[in-house]
T-cell receptor, first 113, second 110 residues
């Protein structure tokens, strides 16, 4: 059984650029969620995908978008990067419902300069 | 809207002493509560969930719906318990998304 893997681990981008982060879910999990964790804060929910469709979104602007693929892997895309987008981006996978908990990846550290 | 509050940013205790991490929540409906832990240089991992009523690594947490709390307790802290702890909430009314508290850093001194 494999866990959740995210790539890349670190990334530096310039303000205004676009970025794509990737996530492979744990084997057997069909739901992927993305979180943003700013320094010193708890993770904040961005959105969730189930069966390739977004089925929940947090308080993030439309320039944050995502995809889920048939193999349940997922991408997070952020357009027009701002300095405040600098954070650790976490991906978590679960069975639908999440009652058994979510398995998190190690995250992608994004720095916007 | 759901919310999770962890009032303590830092808890410092001596080895062998009891430790209690407070977590209060607001939620309309039947919540699912979790505690997640992040050890140094490791990923966030599930510690325990209220529906299983289990004890993991000596930690327990009881859901108190009257006080809307889900405090995490351990009677005898160990140095390896030093980590960041996050309380989190989920549920159907929240679209099964996880809402996290701000986290409590636990430091267990020898």
């Amino acid at each position: 059984e494999t866990g959740v893997t995210q790539s890349p681990t670190h990334l530096i981008k310039t303000r205004g650029q676009q970025v794509t982060l990737r996530c492979s879910s744990q084997s057997g999990h069909n739901t992927v969620s993305w979180y943003q964790q700013a320094l010193g804060q708890g993770p904040q929910f961005i959105f969730q995908y189930y069966r390739e469709e977004e089925n929940g979104r947090g308080n993030f602007p439309p320039r944050f978008s995502g995809l889920q693929f048939p193999n349940y892997s997922s991408e997070l895309n952020v357009n027009a990067l701002e300095l405040d987008d600098s954070a650790l981006y976490l991906c978590a996978s679960s069975l639908q419902g999440g009652s058994y908990g979510y398995t998190f990846g190690s995250g992608t550290r994004l720095t916007v300069v | 809207a759901q919310r999770v509050t962890q009032p303590e940013k830092l808890l410092s205790v001596f080895k062998g002493a009891p430790v209690e991490l407070k977590c209060n929540y607001s939620y309309s409906g039947s919540p699912e509560l979790f505690w997640y832990v992040q050890y140094s240089r490791q990923r966030l991992q599930l510690l325990l969930r209220h529906i299983s009523r289990e004890s993991i690594k000596g930690f327990t947490a009881d859901l108190n719906k009257g006080e809307t709390s889900f405090h995490l307790k351990k009677p005898f802290a160990q140095e390896e318990d030093s980590a960041m702890y996050y309380c989190a909430l989920s549920g159907l009314a929240a679209g099964n998304k996880l809402t996290f508290g701000g986290g409590t850093r636990v430091l267990v001194k020898p």
